[in-house]
């Protein structure tokens, strides 16, 4: 049993010091920044125990809870690096979708998309149904009016939200797309998103068969041609 932890253990590790590496090439001042926040916690902890007469209580709680913290702002702060990193690649937002929201949403990449790289993905959750284009604005807009035309012959029961991620006027940043589908309201009881899911599935996937490899397309990667 321990044989078995201990490759586990050292993975975790492993996972932790790339995460860390990948981090610090964005975000320089990660490793100072999360160990202010550790020190300043233990330390306001201390103050409290010594004022109250129970240091080592509060030296306990101080260290447990300064770990956390740290591994709070290290999150956010390596969040927000590989939101950097991948800005501006296609597919983007949909590997934010995909290793960000965890289970809130049902995610399905590049259902539109053209030979230009443009693309739209979908997400539906219980907010509703969320299209996020990549690429021309132009274009995009196309994508998307044709794909919501597309769902309007099988769903038309369930809020349809639509952006264009850019940093032009009326397009959302992808540093904020996490966020502002997190804002939306839920609407959409449990049992409508998952018919509401397997309905759009049943329209097909178009990128199902294709050897797309999981995350943000490389830069000058020609999508495949759309229909």
């Known amino acids: ?32 920044v999360v160990a202010a926040v550790g020190i300043v916690t233990l330390g306001v902890l201390l103050a409290v125990g010594f004022a109250i007469g129970h240091p080592v209580y509060l030296g306990i709680l101080g260290v447990l809870l300064a770990f956390l913290a740290m591994a709070i702002v290290f999150g956010q702060r390596a969040q ?31 259902v539109a998309f053209n030979r230009d790289e443009d693309m739209v993905h979908r997400a539906v959750g219980k907010a509703g149904i969320v299209l996020i284009g990549e690429g021309n ?21 369930v809020p349809v939200h639509d952006f264009i991620i850019g940093n032009g006027e009326g397009q959302l940043p ?14 959409v009881p449990g049992d409508k998103v998952t018919a509401t899911t397997d309905r759009l599935r049943a329209m097909g996937d178009p990128m199902k068969n294709m050897p797309i490899p999981k995350g943000p397309m490389p830069k000058g990667m020609r999508s495949p041609k759309g229909r």
């Not at 604005?137 to 029961?157: C, H, N």
């Open 137 to 157: 604005p132009g274009r995009v807009k196309g994508l998307l009016a044709a794909e919501k035309r597309k769902m309007a012959r099988i769903v038309t029961d």
């Open 1 to 32: 049993m321990a044989s078995k932890a201990t490759p586990e253990k050292q993975g975790r590790l492993q996972q932790i010091a790339l995460s860390y590496k990948m981090t610090r090439e964005a975000d320089p001042k990660v490793g100072l």
């Open 174 to 187: 992808l540093k904020k797309l996490r966020t502002t589908l997190a804002k939306l309201p839920r609407v």
């Open 80 to 110: 927000r690096a590989y939101n950097s990193r991948i800005e501006g690649q296609r597919g983007a937002a949909a590997s934010i979708l995909e290793q960000q929201m965890g289970r809130q949403w049902t995610t399905t990449p590049a």
